[in-house]
């Protein structure tokens, strides 16, 4: 299977970089963590030395900057959304586990066939596409990410990378690294860390037992509370431990992090005992993901060909849901395949399979999809603009429209439309890249990277914001009027490095 490794040692090396930048001279005062704790209760009084939540997000951000940067890091607008909808729903089920740090949590996905899921420091939680194919029900799902937002929730990271002593910050690096590298065979993350500093290190990878029961009482908590079927969890852990006894030669990267002892599920057993049994019924849309999921993770021709004979297996099981995600997922091969015709028949017939259910976003985004990629921009224009009538909230379908207009030489407008999303979405970083596409497109320079400079910005990256600003003021294009703009942000933006930096040395 196609599955291609992360470029490790160009990752370590950049986060080395990056974490001696930010964390150079950090002393052993520690600050009390910002925010009190409400009523969640703490792993003993390590607290005091866990990392503060600004210094955690920092280092959780440095990693995603690296793992945005990596083929394998799948940037897929109906994938990602899906993702944050169903994580922040569960977020949302149990407004307390946003506790003391009060992150904004991220959902993403990396493409690997191997059973996974983790947390970053700073509230990233990457789940691998193998994962999302393997859970057989949205509660399923749940379950593993209920647990890893446990582990935010309750800081685990932040202590685990607090008790490293001031000269180990390079460790902290090793250790997430060798986290990240565990996906795959898992021969690479065990020779960086025994490269690294030895086992001691590979031992701190994993959390404790109590970290786990603490992990999973928050995930029990959630999936109550959510509304899940809190059985999933159980049957999904025994699942993931069933697994292991094909893995030969290595522990499951996920039992690996996430220790599972009998124990741990007896535990899990008697916690669920209480809540009263319930039957949930999944979203079309998860049945879609999973299709889409099983194309992105190898996109290879043969690969390509594989998840075709598995779709047309799934088209005899003749169950409604099963039958419009394998329509889905043909016409999403033909379009990898190119066969744009094919593609959009295999749509309309998912379409038709599954009427008169509510419109799903996953099924019209094929749509529009299918016409960029068959280069009829006018046409995918006109199904965009329909489609933001229907979901007016959603976040990859404004991406799509601002893109879409953009194809069919409206960068005027595009930046019309995105100055207004800017406003009132100031965290969507995709947002200021299109909206520097847009300004390109018009021959802008000025603009185009004052618009990259908030992008960097937003991905908390100060210095290569405060370089795009540099290079704005220098545009042959930049008028009195942006200088100022350009000085006043650069100004602020140095304050907010600064403030940073500060907040490194005294975390
Ligand atoms: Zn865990």
Redesign the pocket.
Known sequence: MHCSKFPLFRLRQLLLVALLTTCFGVSTVLAPTRVAAQNLPVLGDADRAALSPIMERKVGEEVMRDIRRDPDYLNDGPLLEYLNDFGNTLVAARPAVRGEANFNFFFFAIRDPVLNAF?LPGGFIGVHSGLLLAAQSESELASVLA??I??VTQR?LARMLGQQKNDSMIALASMLLGALAMRGSGDAGAAIMMGGTGFAMQRQLS?SRD??RE??RIGVAILGEGGFETTGMVAFFGRLQAASRNYSDAIPPYLL???LTTERIADIEARIRDQRYRQRSDSLDFQLIRARARVLQDSSEKGLRDAQLIFENQLRLNIKPQTVAAKYGMAFVALKQRAYEKAERLLKEANAAAAPDKPSLVLTDLGIEIKSAANQTGEALKSVTAALDQFPLSRSMAHQYANALIANKQPAQATVYLREQAQLYRQDADIQDLLAKAYAAQGKQALQHMALAESYALMGSLPAAIIQLDIARKAPDAQFYEQAVIDARERELKERWKDEQADAKDR
């Open positions: 947390a647990h890893e446990g582990h685990h959390f970290a786990e992990a999973d992090t996430h220790p």
